[in-house]
């Protein structure tokens, strides 16, 4: 009722109201004032994390909060009429644009914002252009040499540093992949596992710099998250000046064009494309904008928290989602954040990207130049996944209805800057009568794709179109047919595209030659694109080539993704393709339908991967510390060199391994709990309760299931709370995954749970993370696609158990890899599992000693400390097994 009545002082506004249980909560929230006041700096979004940020005395209770709060604005206020105020630049006219939106802190800072004497630019004029660039000649054939490599570690480590023979010799090893190859399509290809611990990130840095160095070529180095990436983004300064001498970078971070500020939406946004409080969030981006490094709005300099304060999907509004680039055609192309970090990019030393990223680059780069041939690819067991994904064909309603937008632009009273094919090209529509007819063509048969309003006209038997009536069909066959039980639970289903009824073949059929009609008249405008090019027209200037060139890279993707999708409508009903898996699906939230479609994925998506990726290649590393399975008989290098696609062009890749130097047998535990029944929420979350109260916090807790997370958060929070014992959960607190580590890392008596996302990409060294709990065995998911690989495995050696025990010691391992992250950190891994098999336990570092004991006696053991347990008295002996070299 007081936050009903009283516009209060508030810390991140939905979080305080997520947790109070009430639907909306406004008024000053300092979290909205430091965006303002300082855009493009870090923050961590708690009371801890902003007093650090304002070097102000930290709180030290809860009860010292609010005052440390008020401080805090205080403090935020009083920079703005400092002298020595950074950020000062455009905050007056930002701010005269937030008061006429109602900003509840427009009021507070209109007498503390003074108006300067001259007039501030507009963020447009002020970002500075990118100029074009010579391409960078190809890099000169080298070899590295053993001992300039050791030299180069020893620069980048610092001369005092412990001397890591283990580190040293995987950079030599990652030295060879720089190697000159021998014969076309035949790479250097480097299998190397590292322990947590050796440093394996500045030991293939070494050799990357230094053949960077001596070649003038460029090193792309590969990462699955985003923590990995602003890690290597901050590790490479050892190896690299942040500028040249000419002022460029030498390191640079390329991601997809779905993360990059879109200065098109942005404009749109600020000139009334946005309402209300998203409007009050484009104002604080413009402002981010002006200060940002690279414009990188996920995972870059844009504080992780800002968009969760708005509720909508404003952040997703203002980015390039839909493929929608106009390039030259667009008025702040000179300044586009995404085309000066891809011209970046091409005279880096280095470039940091990701999987998904260096594959699509190599299948469908833009320019020849600046497509990977040095490649490492660290977090290299996720590169199997990251293929398989971007190797997939997917052709469902929202797919589709992307592409209806694509080409045909805005329809009814849709609102955005959304421009179909025609407006984006009708100064060559005007010009080549050929290029216009098939504009019309493609845009007339486009209106057989769904339209907005699809998922409810199936759900009422009245499909519209023949791609609708497809997916009616297929709506129709998935639900008749799933046997997973998933249909009671609310989660989506899935039934494999085999002995299909005739109507949706039928429909198939219709459907295929529906989507033939618009990739034709495409192929023939890419054609006459092509044309325009060679024989220009007196008007065709530099900017209207970019931009053709632009729209023919477009046309090229979305004619591939036709042709994908009618070569998946063309198998069904027919025999079956071995190298393929196909199914058909209904994704659901809740029980609520949100996508309906047909899926394809390759068997073994490594053989796109070898033939796409590898063969052009001249050098390509796969590292990680759980590169290989580990079974009694010890590494798996024949299951890993097999997942790297190498075999898939005869290669045989080299191999390397670097063990761990922490003493796990010392520092960690496993601890088995046999006593937590699988299904029993009350027991399970008891447990997740008293784990953390035993630890006084610093665990992270990891589920195979969304739904019995939120379970266990709903049973617990409270509880914890009242023991000022923080609890955090993803796809329950208002906040993204990023920011939500960021918290947990910051505060060790904090708790923070969630799924797959924190298994791989969490680094918490030292207190704050000091034990992880996993709720059960995470055994794979019973999908087709899971089921066909299976099957796949059965006639190789061990079998389909085998495949699912290497899938299950891999998670175990990533997950344990959580907790010892340097030499000091200590901790207990525990799994709530009364039916852990024995051969599952190879999955942990040798020597570490495992229990299996029942919740109070594991409660004992993390009450204690490692430290004690460790030298406790034998009472658990008889239970104990320790895992042999």
Not at 4 to 23: F, K, W
Not at 506 to 530: N, S
């Amino acid at each position: 009722m007081a936050a009903a009545d009283t516009p209060l002082l508030i810390l991140n506004a939905p979080l305080v109201a997520n947790r109070l249980g009430y639907p909306d909560l406004s008024g000053l929230d300092l979290l909205e004032l430091f965006a303002f006041v300082h855009p493009a700096r870090f923050c961590v979004p708690t009371a801890k994390g902003l007093a650090e940020a304002l070097s102000l005395d930290e709180p030290d209770s809860d009860d010292a909060v609010p005052a440390m709060l008020q401080r805090a604005g205080a403090a935020l206020i009083a920079m703005c009429q400092s002298p020595d105020w950074p950020e000062r630049e455009g905050a007056w006219s930002a701010l005269q644009s937030l008061a006429k939106l109602r900003w509840p802190w427009a009021g507070v800072l209109a007498a503390h914002i003074n108006k300067p004497e001259r007039a501030e630019k507009w963020l447009f004029s002020r970002l500075p252009e990118w100029e074009e660039t010579p391409e960078r000649p190809q890099p000169a054939q080298i070899t590295l040499a053993p001992d300039a490599i050791e030299t180069t570690l020893d620069r980048l480590t610092g001369l005092d540093a412990e001397r890591r023979e283990g580190q040293r010799a995987y950079a030599k090893a990652a030295g060879g992949v720089f190697a000159p190859r021998d014969r076309e399509k035949r790479p250097h290809v480097l299998l190397a596992q590292a322990g947590t611990g050796v440093g394996k990130t500045l030991g293939y840095l070494a050799p990357a710099a230094l053949w960077a160095e001596q070649s003038g070529g460029t090193v792309w180095v590969s990462t699955y998250t985003k923590n990995l990436q602003r890690q290597l983004r901050q590790e490479s300064s050892r190896a690299w000046a942040d500028k040249r001498a000419d002022g460029s970078r030498p390191v640079v971070v390329r991601k997809g064009r779905e993360n990059y500020l879109c200065l098109l939406n942005l404009e749109d946004a600020l000139q009334g494309g946005f309402n209300g409080r998203p409007a009050i969030l484009a104002q604080l981006v413009a402002r981010w904008a002006a200060y940002s490094r690279d414009g990188d709005m996920i995972g870059g300099d844009l504080p992780g928290w800002l968009g969760t304060l708005f509720r909508k999907r404003g952040i997703a509004a203002l980015t390039d989602q839909r493929g929608e680039c106009v390039y030259a055609g667009c008025p702040h192309y000179k300044k586009c954040f995404i085309e000066r970090s891809a011209r970046a990019s091409a005279q880096a030393d280095l470039v940091i990207a990701n999987h998904a990223l260096v594959m699509v680059n190599a299948a469908r780069g833009r320019d020849h130049a600046q497509r990977p041939t040095r490649i490492v690819f660290d977090e290299g067991h996720h590169v199997f996944d990251a293929a398989d994904s971007t190797f997939a064909a997917a052709l469902t309603g929202q797919e589709t209805i992307e592409l209806r937008r694509w080409i045909i632009g805005p329809e009814r009273n849709s609102r955005g800057r959304r421009r179909g094919l025609a407006a984006r090209l009708a100064d060559v529509a005007s010009y080549d009568d050929d290029g216009g007819e098939a504009v019309e063509a493609a845009v007339k048969a486009a209106h057989a794709l769904p339209s907005d309003g699809w998922i409810g006209r199936l759900a009422e038997g009245q499909p519209d179109g023949p791609l609708e009536t497809l997916l009616a069909q297929v709506r129709t066959a998935t639900y008749a047919r799933d046997e997973s039980g998933a249909q009671d639970q609310g989660y989506g289903i899935e039934t494999e595209a085999a002995q299909l009824p005739g109507e949706l073949v039928e429909a198939a059929a219709e459907a295929g030659a529906a989507l033939a009609a618009i990739r034709q008249p495409l192929m023939k405008l890419g054609a006459r694109l092509e044309g325009v090019l060679e024989d220009a027209p007196d008007w065709l200037d530099g900017q209207g080539r970019a931009r053709i060139e632009g729209a023919r890279h477009s046309l090229s993707w979305r004619i591939d993704l036709l042709g994908a999708w009618e070569a998946v409508l063309a198998r069904l009903g027919g025999p079956a393709d071995p190298d393929f898996v196909d199914w058909l699906a209904v994704d659901r939230n809740d029980a609520r339908e949100f996508d309906i479609g047909i899926h394809r994925h390759w068997l073994d998506p490594m053989k796109p991967f070898a033939h796409v990726v590898l063969e052009p290649s001249h050098g390509v590393m796969l590292t990680s510390a759980t590169l290989t399975d580990k079974d009694e008989g010890g590494a798996d290098w024949e299951s890993a060199i097999t997942k790297s696609g190498a075999p898939h062009i005869e290669l045989n890749p080299q191999t390397a391994f670097a063990e761990s130097p922490f003493d796990y047998a010392n520092r960690a535990e496993v601890l088995i709990v046999t006593d937590i029944k699988r299904g029993d929420i009350p027991a399970l979350a008891g447990a997740y309760a008293r784990l953390i109260e035993a630890t006084d916090g610093g665990l992270l807790g990891l589920f195979t299931a969304i739904r019995r997370m939120r379970a266990v958060h709903g049973r617990i929070a409270d509880r914890l709370a009242r023991a000022g014992l923080p609890l955090y959960a993803q796809h329950v607190d208002p906040i993204d995954t990023g920011t939500l580590t960021d918290i947990f890392r910051d505060d060790p008596r904090a708790s923070l749970l969630g799924t797959d996302a924190l298994r791989d990409g969490v680094d918490v060294p030292g207190r704050s993370l000091r034990c992880v709990v996993m709720e059960s065995v995470p055994w794979p998911r019973p999908t087709i696609l899971h089921r066909a690989r299976r099957a796949a495995a059965a006639d190789e050696p061990g079998g389909a158990s085998l495949h699912d025990d290497r899938i299950i010691r891999a998670r175990l391992a990533q997950g344990f890899g959580r907790l010892i992250r340097t030499r000091e950190d200590a901790g207990h891994f525990v799994v709530l599992s009364s039916a852990f098999p024995s051969r599952l336990l190879s999955a942990f570092p040798d020597g570490t000693p495992v229990h299996r004991l029942t919740l109070d006696e594991a409660l004992a053991r993390v009450a204690e400390g490692i430290g004690q347990s460790a030298n406790a008295s034998g009472e658990f002996e008889d239970n104990t097994a320790q895992v042999q070299q």
